[in-house]
């Protein structure tokens, strides 16, 4: 079993930053792909940004690439998520996600909310 637990959302004004962080436990993590995804009010469930397990390879969505950054620290078995020039759309609940094969897990999610 994995737990995945994100922290670092909160209430921010445009333009600002936040880091998420996302603390796994429970299996072995550098070698597993990780993810970000976040879903607002009323809104599917959607991808934001993910990398490889040895960080190599980073994918994100057109919409926040160039103003997200997503890393990990193997040694810690954390998934981070650098978020900056934030936009009120940017508002969401994010989730991290471990893919271990046939298995996937969630955390339980960080608000994050961005005031115009």
């Known amino acids: 079993q994995v737990q995945l637990v994100e922290s670092g959302g909160g209430l921010v004004q445009a333009g600002g930053s936040l880091r998420l962080s996302c603390a796994a436990s429970?299996?072995?993590?550098?070698?597993?792909?990780m993810g970000w995804f976040r879903q607002a009010p009323g809104k599917e469930r959607e991808f934001v940004a993910a990398?490889?397990?040895?960080?190599?390879?980073?994918y994100y969505a057109d919409s926040v690439k160039g103003r997200f950054t997503i890393s990990r620290d193997n040694a810690k078995n954390t998934l981070y998520l650098q978020m900056n020039s934030l936009k009120p759309g940017d508002t969401a609940v994010y989730y991290c996600k471990a893919d271990y094969g046939l298995d996937s897990y969630w955390g339980q999610g960080t608000q994050v909310t961005v005031a115009s």
């Open positions: 429970g299996r072995t993590f550098s070698s597993v792909a």
């Open positions: 990398i490889s397990g040895s960080g190599g390879s980073t």
